[in-house]
């Protein structure tokens, strides 16, 4: 049985040669195409309904990942009110002085124009600008008030989950961002582990089809291999968890080897693209809360425009009619609120550092236990794992086929040859 095996082999070595090859390229090509499966396209390719067709795994589940990765980040690791007890409401007022002092001239002229034309135009210009002078003297201290009167309720006013589940739905191609940066020698090990995982399964194959051949041997192997490596290469990410050491080896899960790293990238991604100043302001505006922030800045800002009415304030509600001066107050606070993400976007530099996300979020995550650091990331795209290892699965055992079709042509080209060159030279007897 060797003896017809080897001859066999040697015969036809360079098909057998290429068994381990073609298994490798088939380990590779399958958890390529799984990667690119868990991430793309971002938004759904196909028919729908009824739903025939593709979309990334991560993108269709950016929701609920940013949902369950918000669970262990809010409000075990950073908080809203820590947060905000970062920023000092004196020097935030300070940064944003000068924006705030233009837009504040910007819409008093705007309001009185729309609302009162006749009166502001018959007013002698010392007297408009004494006017404006007195509502930007008080606007740092009106700024201060509305921080303070902020970071006191903060939990009232802002979500910190909703805005980063918000930001990552609205910005898909943001999540697939923060997967492939943190994970990005996870998923080159899934790559190029298939492989190798593929190239060992080949010599088993090759050395089973030497002793034994049947017509299910190659598509059942390359079913296998595109089955197995992609399941090797995941359980030898996420497991074991915690080192377990065999002889002078340590076996470790690659993506809890690299807890520290991960932890930095993750954090940056955090603190660069999503719990920014920027963001958290327009949250605070226009989140959940939206309507209570308002209330409070209106408060505040029609107190400056009574304040600053004085003693006249009866004449110029009597000049204006009681109605129109409600409304112009209520008109100057929307048109603050709205101008307000502009307006302090000189706080951003300030407000990153002061409030160090970053820093925070990294020295937090690299001390994680490794279940919960796993549940950052796995368990949304877990449940559909299933999909990727059967697609591979899948392309294995089409691969298979083919190979079958291509050994079973080779196979009986000799013989057609032999046939060919018989029937020549017969004729030519």
Partial sequence: MFAAAWADFTLNIWLYLSMPITSGVVG?????????MMFHPLDFVGIKPPYLGWQGIVPRKAGKMASIACDTIVPRLVSEREIFDRLDVNRVAEEIEAPIVELVDQ??????????????ESLPIAARTLIAKRVKDDAPEVVAAVMGELKDN?????????????TLVRDKALINRIFLETGKSEFRFIANSGFYFGFLFGIIQMIGWSFYKADWQLPLFGLLVGYATNVIALHMIFRPQAPVRFGAV???GLFFKRQKEVSRDYARLIADEI???SNIIESVLKGPYADRVFNMIAKHVKKVIDDQSGLARP???WTVGTRRYI???AAAATRIVQHLPAATRSIDRYAKEAMDIAQTLASRLEVLPPPEFEGMLRPAFK????ILILVGAVLGLLVGVGQLLLFTVLAKAPATVAAVSALVGAGVA
């Fill in 315 to 317: 004449f110029v509600a």
């Fill in 154 to 166: 903060v939990e009232s006013i802002f979500d910190l989950k909703d805005m980063v589940v918000s």
């Fill in 107 to 120: 819409i008093l002229e705007e309001l009185m124009i729309e609302y009162e034309p006749t009166i502001w």
């Fill in 383 to 386: 449940e559909d794992e299933w």
């Fill in 250 to 252: 340590v076996v470790h």
């Fill in 327 to 329: 409304d112009m107050k």
């Fill in 275 to 277: 719990v920014t100043p």
């Fill in 28 to 36: 590779f090509v399958t958890n390529v195409i799984a990667l690119k």
